[in-house]
């Protein structure tokens, strides 16, 4: 009998899918806890696990005698380890296209929010005697503004569609696009990113955590005084340490961040104590609709691709596909 083991709470629609998979013969272990010893407690009898944020290494992996495919609630996997995953043959899917008009509507909101005070305002409000913060001008308009995308994928296209309806000049750094052919549309490639970072007023991230973050002091010093920023892919693509430094000087004006360096944070980093920073908990592609759709996608890649059925573009490592 197949047994599917979920790890993290689902959408109430993914919930009613699991019994219906359940009526229909599917052993179903469900976990609403996010931990990697809650997942590791139960993962030994399992033949697909659905998993959320949590991490997935290689210790929980070798517990599992039976797994055949991890079914990723979303589509970033920097937290699992593949290598570990191909060495036992077990097959890596994500969801695909469900979640990106999510993040860039919560980008756009970054940008607007940082730019509009909108943190500063409601405490001027609700702070007796601070009514008068409004004479400050602080406030920018990011009409005909320049807004630079790091990584122009589906997220990217998004945003940059959302920005256009501001009136936002919009270009985009994303090297593999460059060489792999640029898609068609009104905004075009820079060159370099530090091309890209003197040129834009606002900056938002749409790449994956690689080996060190892509902006760094370095990369700080080469943006014009004054850029805002959002930062909604993952924590690490972005220094903290600079950042903070950055903010404090004045060369980054505000900041919008969705991800961390460690998440959740333990409040020693020196963002939370700036007021130019507005932060929320990983939340960008965590909206209603968009967890039904997630929850429906990931249960779905796990039973389709053990029935052999999955479609190869929502594997990761597609010579496991078959396994």
């Given at each position: 009998?197949?047994?599917?083991?979920?790890?993290?709470?689902?959408?109430?629609?993914?919930?009613?899918?699991?019994?219906?998979?359940?009526?229909?013969?599917?052993?179903?272990?469900?976990?609403?806890?996010?931990?990697?010893?809650?997942?590791?407690?139960?993962?030994?009898?399992?033949?697909?696990?659905?998993?959320?944020?949590?991490?997935?290494?290689?210790?929980?992996?070798?517990?599992?005698?039976?797994?055949?495919?991890?079914?990723?609630?979303?589509?970033?996997?920097?937290?699992?380890?593949?290598?570990?995953?191909?060495?036992?043959?077990i097959g890596l899917t994500i969801v695909g296209d469900v979640n990106s008009v999510s993040v860039a509507e919560h980008a756009m909101m970054q940008l607007l929010a940082v730019a509009k005070q909108?943190?500063?305002?409601?405490?001027?409000?609700?702070?007796?005697?601070?009514?008068?913060?409004?004479?400050?001008?602080?406030?920018?308009?990011?009409?005909g503004k320049r807004l630079l995308i790091l990584g122009y994928g589906r997220i990217g296209r998004h945003l940059a569609r959302m920005a256009a309806g501001f009136d936002m000049e919009v270009r985009?750094?994303?090297?593999?696009?460059?060489?792999?052919?640029?898609?068609?549309?009104?905004?075009?490639?820079?060159?370099?990113?530090?091309?890209?970072?003197?040129?834009?007023?606002?900056?938002?991230?749409?790449?994956?955590?690689?080996?060190?973050?892509?902006?760094?002091?370095?990369?700080?010093?080469?943006?014009?005084?004054?850029?805002?920023?959002?930062?909604?892919?993952?924590?690490?693509?972005?220094?903290?340490?600079?950042?903070?430094?950055?903010?404090?000087?004045?060369?980054?004006?505000?900041?919008?961040?969705?991800?961390?360096?460690?998440?959740?944070?333990?409040?020693?980093?020196?963002?939370?104590?700036?007021?130019?920073?507005?932060?929320?908990?990983?939340?960008?592609?965590?909206?209603?609709?968009?967890?039904?759709?997630?929850?429906?996608?990931?249960?779905?890649?796990?039973?389709?691709?053990?029935?052999?059925?999955?479609?190869?573009?929502?594997?990761?490592?597609?010579?496991?596909?078959?396994?």
């Open positions: 009998m197949t047994r599917l083991l979920v790890a993290g709470q689902l959408h109430p629609a993914g919930e009613a899918l699991l019994r219906e998979v359940a009526a229909q013969g599917v052993t179903v272990d469900y976990i609403t806890e996010v931990s990697e010893a809650s997942c590791a407690a139960r993962i030994a009898e399992a033949d697909a696990l659905v998993i959320r944020t949590q991490p997935l290494g290689a210790g929980t992996i070798a517990r599992a005698r039976r797994l055949r495919v991890v079914s990723r609630h979303g589509v970033g996997y920097d937290s699992v380890d593949l290598e570990a995953l191909n060495r036992r043959g909108a943190r500063a305002a409601d405490l001027a409000v609700r702070t007796s005697g601070q009514w008068n913060w409004r004479n400050r001008l602080l406030q920018r308009e990011v009409s985009a750094f994303d090297p593999f696009l460059q060489g792999a052919g640029w898609p068609e549309g009104p905004v075009r490639p820079v060159t370099t990113l530090a091309e890209g970072l003197g040129w834009a007023d606002c900056l938002s991230v749409h790449v994956p955590r690689a080996a060190r973050p892509l902006l760094d002091a370095e990369a700080f010093a080469a943006m014009k005084p004054g850029m805002i920023l959002s930062n909604t892919a993952r924590g690490g693509v972005v220094c903290e340490a600079a950042l903070a430094q950055a903010l404090r000087t004045g060369q980054v004006a505000a900041a919008g961040l969705d991800v961390f360096d460690a998440e959740p944070p333990d409040g020693t980093s020196p963002l939370f104590d700036l007021p130019n920073v507005l932060l929320s908990p990983h939340i960008a592609g965590l909206t209603n609709e968009c967890g039904e759709r997630m929850a429906l996608a990931a249960i779905a890649n796990a039973l389709d691709f053990l029935a052999g059925t999955i479609d190869p573009g929502l594997v990761v490592n597609p010579a496991r596909a078959t396994a």
